[in-house]
């Protein structure tokens, strides 16, 4: 019934349903066909559909919606023209392809009807020659010759200096027209349109009579970046004793830390005075101690007020004067404060008196201290947004101050489990959310976080977000949050570690359990420091037998810990041995309903038989009822009978012991790990007699097979068979496989591989010699998503057959990710000998010369995630570190061709080397434009921080690079 809807709110639904579709051909053949529904939608839905013409030019191809809008004759309806320019080479000559078929397009339908123009231009190639720029300037008038009437311009250039000058004269050429320009470009106009009404520009000492020529009664938006500590407002009116912004509604100023050169006037700078009568929006990064701003004459109400500024600049807040704030954000752009003082509180504090309503609002502030909470009273918060090192007590003042408070959010919390407990809170607090990405201990956060949480009867929703992957614990002790309706936790791997249903238990016997959750189906006792196996296990005992009828909808227990000790062999007399029999027999009874039994613990004494005996009696007890068993010690399961529901079997075998692997059921698993395989494997025990000669694992998705061999032994005696022997194996079939992990594996296990019917795998894990990995059946395989080799005995006689097994193995791959790691490496990789084009992703080991990556990095032009370790600078001068040196900066200044996308700087650091980690990930953020997402060393990411607002001013594209803490 959507053509019963009223003209606008129809125009708004259409434009959704066609804006969500990709600009393409096909897409927009769908969008008309969603069109003929009725006649209103017809005439509502064309001139959205026809609305915007775009023309984007790579170095390969040109794409391009014109033709189709010509094949309809609507190109009356087109308003809106984008031009976009990608450059792996020279830009003008792509510049003229774009002319050429701007010319045609002219020629066939006119563009006067062309209203708005996007232009972006991007190059990932060195300076053209200056030469270009009379080419550039030709360029940029025959562009504004064809769309003399465009009023809303669009120009966005990067490492190009003629896309730089072609922009200065197109815009110089429309400027008289104009009503809105959006512009990185340093521009030198005498004249602007009288009815500009948004700007946005780069402010430099050349830009100045811009700001003369500039309309100020009829500016709605405007938006200054690079601003020096020096800027005035007398810059747009000189001569006038009052700098009115009579139309203003949104001002946004991004300062620099540097200080421009003489302005060559003279100001009047002690009497004139600035109006903004009608702004709503305002924000001011980096605000210098000697602006002029707060002071000025703004309306009663404000409905955005973002500031970052430092600690000598909070001063100014105290100028501020208006009635009502919608929502306010104070930063802190010191890095190396942990308090932003008592002065910016008692500056911002009048916002929050009796003249200040926050009705629905939020507030975000940095580096809260219980010091300063009295002084300002939030009690008409609703939303509140805290950020740095501040403790949980504070926390617990500030909620006793807002009793309005709906939601919460908080950064970095800092544990302070030693000091008192929190204070009791009375707050209507229903949604919380804490990030602890960037913290370093954040189990003991968890446990601070806990205290607060258990005061606040009203919380509906929790949110903790994390900033790292793989077993991670999420929480251990949901038990005690009786009042949370729901909750939500951010992982990066998604696996199925970090599935919602599992309760983590940490340091055990500093909590209780109280009722767990409905949701909660498997418990992970898990102790972070090195414990006595038999205490740790006598704890959990004694949690979970106290607690059984909690637990009646638990079916799965989990053990993760570091065991500090081991006891002799002499000390087991049969006495001990009863206590761990009854010990396990006690968590038995307390839980009949068991179906998982897992520990990932894999470091144990030789002779400490304590956790042998009790996941022993464990297994043996449950096996008829287990669906899924991961226990990681030489257990003796030799009498033993699994159930036919197993579905995931992870076991370490004894040396020795072929008797001592257990019986199961291979048609219901899923998984499969075998750890410590000898060479003789029984094969034949998995052979079913209604298929002779063949091994059938239908549903296998995952298989992990690790031998008894250690990475140093040489390969002639990894193989004692002989293929008379090895024709005796029966053919194995993985139809489902989608993961395989070999580690030092034998011929054998490679043989029988040989016609394993498998073609498509998500991950393909191999570890040995090159010359043992070569033996691997890669031939078969169609597609791989992810690769990892770990090669051993890499030096300069094996290098031939190393680029040879790689070329071969990535080459034969259609769709590779390889993630490439490697023990032991002792040549430098040759870029040139390298053909892995096909890889969107590459993991590199250590001691690789930066060159050698960087060459790597462009020549894989697919390349989307690079992993990178300690890197060798042979080649680079000593004071490449230090990010203000002229070596750093000769090092930044030639771009890295690349489309990365994902950057993991994963070594581990040492303290004199993070400053030097640091320069050469601020190296890389700053040459790879591309670059969306970074993940270092914490001690790293604080080191760069105070680099990094100086370089965003010089490179703008560093604003939309995220940088993490862990990594990917």
Request: charged share 20%; proline share 5%; hydrophobic share 40%.
């Amino acid at each position: 019934m959507l053509y019963l809807l009223p003209a606008d709110i129809l125009k708004r639904v259409l434009g959704i349903l066609i804006n969500n579709q990709p600009n393409h051909i096909r897409s927009s053949k769908q969008n008309l066909a969603l069109l003929q529904v009725c006649r209103i939608w017809r005439y509502t839905g064309i001139p959205l559909l026809y609305k915007t013409a775009y023309i984007r030019i790579t170095t390969n191809r040109i794409k391009t919606n014109l033709d189709f809008i010509q094949s309809q004759s609507k190109w009356q309806h087109v308003t809106k023209l984008h031009l976009s320019v990608l450059a792996d080479s020279l830009v003008m000559p792509l510049v003229d392809v774009l002319i050429a078929k701007l010319g045609k397009t002219q020629l066939l339908w006119g563009l006067d009807g062309i209203r708005k123009l996007d232009v972006s231009m991007d190059t990932k190639w060195p300076q053209e020659a200056k030469a270009a720029a009379a080419a550039a300037e030709t360029a940029a008038l025959l562009i504004a010759g064809m769309m003399p009437q465009v009023t809303h311009l669009e120009f966005a250039y990067s490492n190009d200096a003629n896309a730089c000058v072609l922009g200065q004269n197109l815009i110089g050429q429309l400027a008289a027209n104009l009503t809105a320009l959006r512009t990185g470009i340093p521009l030198c106009l005498h004249s602007m349109s009288a009815e500009l009404a948004h700007l946005h520009l780069s402010v430099k000492p050349d830009t100045v009579p811009v700001l003369h020529a500039i309309n100020l009664r009829a500016l709605k938006t405007l938006r200054l970046l690079n601003l020096p500590t020096n800027f005035t407002w007398g810059l747009f009116a000189p001569h006038q004793p009052t700098v009115a912004f009579d139309s203003l509604c949104e001002l946004a100023l991004l300062f620099t830390d540097k200080y421009a050169p003489p302005w060559n006037m003279q100001l009047d700078l002690a009497n004139y005075k600035l109006r903004f009568p009608r702004l709503r929006r305002l924000h001011v990064d980096n605000l210098p101690s000697g602006f002029n701003l707060f002071g000025a004459e703004f309306p009663d109400y404000l409905a955005s007020v973002h500031v970052e500024c430092r600690m000598k600049s909070v001063g100014l807040l105290e100028q501020l004067r208006v009635k009502q704030i919608g929502c306010i954000r104070v930063e802190q752009a010191d890095e190396d404060a942990q308090d932003m003082s008592l002065a910016c509180y008692k500056a911002i504090g009048h916002l929050f008196g009796s003249r200040i309503s926050l009705h629905h609002s939020a507030l975000s502030v940095s580096h809260v201290s219980s010091a300063i909470t009295p002084q300002v009273p939030w009690s008409q918060l609703i939303k509140l947004q805290i950020i740095g090192q501040y403790e949980i007590s504070t926390v617990a003042h500030l909620l006793n101050q807002t009793p309005r408070l709906k939601q919460l959010h908080m950064d970095n919390i800092v544990d302070n489990h030693s000091l008192a407990k929190p204070p009791p809170i009375n707050c209507q607090l229903e949604h919380l959310s804490v990030d602890t990405s960037q913290s370093r201990n954040r189990l003991k956060l968890m446990d601070a976080v806990l205290d607060l949480i258990t005061q606040l009867p009203m919380l509906k929703r929790v949110y903790f977000k994390y900033g790292f992957r793989g077993s991670i614990p999420i929480v251990h002790s949901w038990a005690i949050v009786e009042c949370v309706e729901d909750y939500v936790m951010e992982g990066d791997s998604g696996s199925e570690d970090d599935a919602t249903d599992e309760l983590w238990l940490t340091n055990l016997g500093f909590f209780d359990l109280y009722q767990i959750p409905v949701g909660v189906r498997k418990i992970h006792f898990y102790h972070e420091a090195p414990i006595p196996a038999y205490d740790f296990l006598a704890r959990a005992a004694k949690l979970v037998c106290s607690h059984s009828k909690h637990l009646c909808h638990v079916d799965g227990l989990e053990f993760s810990f570091l065991p500090a000790s081991s006891l002799e062999a002499s000390e087991l007399g049969p006495v001990k041995e009863t206590v761990i029999y009854n010990l396990s027999m006690q968590l038995i009874n307390a839980m009949p309903q068991l179906t998982r039994v897992e520990t990932l613990t894999r470091y144990f004494h030789k002779d400490d038989k304590t956790m042998l005996e009790f996941f022993t009696n464990i297994i043996q007890k449950l096996a008829r009822q287990l669906k899924i068993c991961r226990v990681y010690f030489p257990l003796e399961l030799q009498n033993t009978r699994f159930s036919d529901k197993l579905e995931y079997m992870g076991l370490t075998l004894r040396p020795n012991n072929i008797e001592g692997i257990p019986s199961m059921d291979i048609s219901t698993l899923k998984s499969l790990f075998f750890d410590n395989m000898s060479e003789d494997f029984p094969w034949h025990l998995f052979q079913n007699p209604l298929t002779p000669g063949f091994i059938i694992f239908n549903n296998i998705r995952y298989l992990y097979l690790r031998c008894d061999r250690q990475p140093g032994d040489p390969d002639k005696s990894w193989s004692k068979m002989t293929y008379s022997d090895l024709a005796r194996y029966p053919r194995f079939r993985f139809p489902n496989l989608k993961s395989l992990n070999l580690e030092l594996c034998y011929d054998s296990y490679l043989y029988i591989l040989r016609d394993w019917k498998a073609t498509h795998l998500d991950n393909l894990h191999l570890t040995g010699s090159i010359s043992h990995i070569n033996r691997f059946p890669f031939k078969q395989l169609q597609q791989v998503n992810r690769m990892s080799l770990f090669i051993s005995q890499v030096d300069s006689k094996h290098q031939d057959t190393f680029y040879n097994v790689t070329n071969h193995m990535l080459s034969t791959v259609d769709s590779f990710f390889c993630h490439f790691d490697m023990l032991s490496i002792e040549f430098s990789l040759d870029p040139s000998r390298i053909s892995w084009h096909n890889l969107t992703g590459l993991g590199l080991p250590d001691d690789i010369e930066l060159s050698t990556v960087i060459a790597i990095v462009e020549k894989l032009s697919k390349l989307k995630l690079l992993e990178v370790g300690r890197l060798a600078f042979s080649g680079y001068p000593k004071d490449i570190e230090d990010c203000e040196s002229q070596s750093w900066r000769q090092l930044i200044a030639t771009p890295i061709r690349t489309k990365l996308r994902k950057l993991d700087i994963y070594q581990s650091f040492t303290e004199d080397k993070v400053a030097f980690s640091a320069a050469i990930a601020l190296y890389f953020i700053t040459c790879m434009e591309s670059l969306q997402k970074v993940f270092v060393n914490e001690f790293v990411q604080e080191q760069m921080a105070s680099k990094l607002s100086l370089l965003k001013c010089e490179y703008p594209h560093i604003s939309n690079i995220k940088i993490y803490s862990g990594i990917i």
